[in-house]
């Protein structure tokens, strides 16, 4: 790629900022793989959409890989043991989410085998019909492991009925801190490729395209030592530049095409799959093997051994950090305890929470990387800058002014659902107005209205649907009831007739005998 061409593709991109990425040296750290602990705490729900429904109870064996959770309505994933073991409890588990709140989950106690349970495999993926390649995600329990989490399958086997021609694979990781793709990439992209290859066979898309940001060379070499010989599947070499990682921005800086206002990839022709599916995707239709576990960037400077880890769904993060050396006490200890990255992972109360599907990230930050004690919450003092950085063209101090003042319904005109959170505008705000939370809670009440409305309609229409039915009801018996009298008179009529007949043979009987007489 020239550089006239670089130019031409970050000017399709506005806003956005250029965070220090802190990649390394966790990005050069050998890949490490994390045996299971003793206890798994495996949740229900790892994933946008339903959660799961239990199909395991209290002392039941399981082996690695068995199903354990079924899911429920369409937009939902299968949840499997990410080891062999028995099912200590059923019940609620610390969520991975800010609150600290519970939720449902299976309790797993290792017996140490990590033995598999029996697997399908498959030698030849490519003469499996695209439907069956989708049935076989499904059952894995593949979701994107990018962080949205969003059941893979649906967007696998939606590819044909939209017929997308194009399959992006987003290895780009603009994400500071963040390094699990990178090493990925780096140390399987064999793997890598032929899940790409599997899913341009699923999707029925004529060509893939890799955008990788330009800060991770050994990637680049890497995959493109893989491509060599796929004709259809290609590396693209992009800017850093965050939010790169949003699959509409890569999508226009790679394609120049642009997803539409609360429209969908499909809807131009595009879908898109983090590079981590794309190795799940090849485990899951080659080997049979569920989604059990998942590459995980453990780094910050309270961490003694950043790294990359291949660890077990439902590990302790407390744990994680201990495999990886414990935590340092310089610097003044922990300051930032997050899961994900900076930008857009979610800060958690405590070590005791379980790595998930969608865990990219494991980051102890110390007060310098968060940068605490620089005027936090001051008043907006209207620099524009926040307008500025905004990847989407919003203008989020005014929609962050009317969330501040209650008015959800005004932020929602600005623009509110078209915010991707990917937290820009408050890297940029000099005062440190923490807008992505003011985004978030405004949405969550516009969500929350939503739910409400549709509560009430559904309790009006199953109102209506009563009155309809008590209606019917008593008119059915009243018909029924005017029948069953119809039916009475005119079987006591027939009973009354042949009297009547007998009455009239013995006059006429009397009269003929007088005659005769």
Not at 57 to 69: F, P, S
Not at 272 to 290: D, I, K, L
Not at 343 to 361: A, C, D, R, S
Request: aromatic share 2%.
């Amino acid at each position: 790629m020239g550089i006239l061409d670089r130019f031409l593709r970050t000017a399709r991109f506005s806003g956005g900022v250029h965070p220090d990425d802190h990649k390394r040296p966790a990005a050069d750290a050998p890949l490490r793989v994390m045996p299971p602990p003793a206890r798994l705490y495996v949740p229900l729900v790892q994933h946008i959409g339903s959660p799961a429904r239990a199909i395991v109870a209290v002392g039941d064996h399981v082996r690695k890989g068995q199903r354990i959770g079924e899911p429920q309505g369409a937009v939902s994933a299968a949840i499997h043991a990410p080891t062999s073991g028995r099912v200590n409890a059923i019940g609620d588990i610390v969520a991975p989410h800010p609150s600290g709140l519970p939720v449902r989950g299976i309790t797993i106690a290792s017996d140490g085998r990590d033995e598999w349970c029996e697997l399908e495999t498959c030698d030849d993926p490519f003469a499996l019909d695209p439907a069956e390649i989708g049935r076989r995600v499904a059952r894995a329990g593949v979701v994107g492991l990018g962080g949205a989490a969003f059941p893979s399958a649906v967007k696998i086997s939606g590819g044909l009925g939209a017929r997308v021609d194009l399959l992006i694979i987003n290895a780009s990781e603009c994400e500071p801190f963040l390094s699990c793709d990178d090493r990925l990439m780096r140390d399987r992209a064999a793997e890598s490729v032929d899940g790409i290859a599997i899913m341009l066979h699923a999707t029925g898309a004529r060509e893939a395209r890799i955008g990788i940001e330009d800060n991770k060379p050994e990637a680049i070499a890497a995959m493109r030592a893989a491509v060599a010989g796929h004709a259809r599947i290609r590396v693209e070499v992009i800017p850093t530049r965050y939010p790169m990682g949003s699959e509409k921005h890569l999508i226009l800086v790679l394609t120049g095409r642009e997803v539409p206002a609360e429209g969908r990839p499909s809807d131009i022709g595009v879908v898109v799959h983090n590079v981590g599916t794309a190795v799940a995707v090849r485990n899951a239709v080659r080997f049979g093997r569920p989604l059990v576990s998942r590459m995980v960037t453990v780094n910050g400077a309270c961490v003694r051994q950043p790294g990359n880890v291949e660890v077990p769904i439902g590990t302790l993060a407390g744990e994680v950090l201990a495999f990886c050396g414990g935590l340092r006490a310089e610097h003044g200890g922990p300051a930032r305890l997050l899961l994900g990255g900076p930008m857009t992972g979610m800060q958690v109360p405590t070590l005791e929470v379980p790595v998930i599907k969608g865990t990219g990230g494991i980051l102890v930050l110390d007060a310098a990387e968060v940068g605490e004690g620089e005027g936090d919450g001051s008043p907006c003092i209207r620099c524009g800058d926040c307008m500025r950085a905004c990847p989407v063209g919003l203008l989020p101090l005014e929609i962050a002014a009317r969330v501040r003042a209650g008015e959800v319904d005004a932020a929602a005109r600005f623009g509110l659902a078209d915010c991707i959170a990917c937290g820009c505008c408050a890297y940029v705000c000099p005062s440190r107005i923490p807008l992505v939370q003011y985004f978030h809670h405004a949405k969550g009440e516009l969500a929350a209205r939503a739910r409400g409305t549709q509560r009430n309609e559904t309790i009006r229409t199953l109102t209506r649907a009563k009155a309809e039915r008590v209606e019917r009801e008593e008119r059915e018996k009243a018909e029924a009831l005017a029948r069953r009298a119809a039916a009475s008179l005119a079987a006591a009529a027939a009973a009354k007739q042949p009297a009547a007949v007998a009455e009239k043979a013995v006059e006429d009987a009397s009269e003929e005998a007088g005659v005769c007489a």
